[in-house]
């Protein structure tokens, strides 16, 4: 361990002790809020993003390869997706992914592009 990392950790664990504030987040950590909400008809890296998770981890209702393009395939996916994790607002038809379903994502591992 070099002689820098350990002054930052002596440091916090002192100010943890004395009841400092935890560190601001580092850029990148985020949350569900940070991913954007897609809609039936884009096309776009995040879609590709969401598309190849899906693919990774729920294979057997993504029989599909991503393509970028929110499409009839992608809606049914999500679909899929947000009834069996019982997301019932009205717009829960796969055609939007927003904040409800950009919460379970981030839940399962989706950091989004």
């Known amino acids: 361990m ?7 950790l002596a440091t916090r664990w002192i100010q943890t002790l004395q009841g ?10 985020g949350d569900a809020g940070d991913l954007p909400t897609l809609r039936f008809g884009d096309q776009s890296s995040d879609v590709r993003a969401l598309q190849e998770f899906m693919k990774r981890r729920y294979p057997t209702y993504t029989p599909f390869e991503p393509t970028s393009f929110y499409g009839p395939a992608t809606t049914k996916t999500m679909a899929e997706y947000q009834k069996r994790k019982g997301i019932t607002v009205p717009s829960a038809d796969g055609t939007i992914v927003g904040p409800r379903t950009n919460e379970a994502l981030w839940a399962d591992g989706y950091r989004g592009v």
Do not use: C, K, Y
């Open 20 to 29: 400092a504030p935890p560190p601001i987040q580092q850029p990148g950590a």
């Open 2 to 8: 070099s002689d820098e990392w350990m002054r930052t």
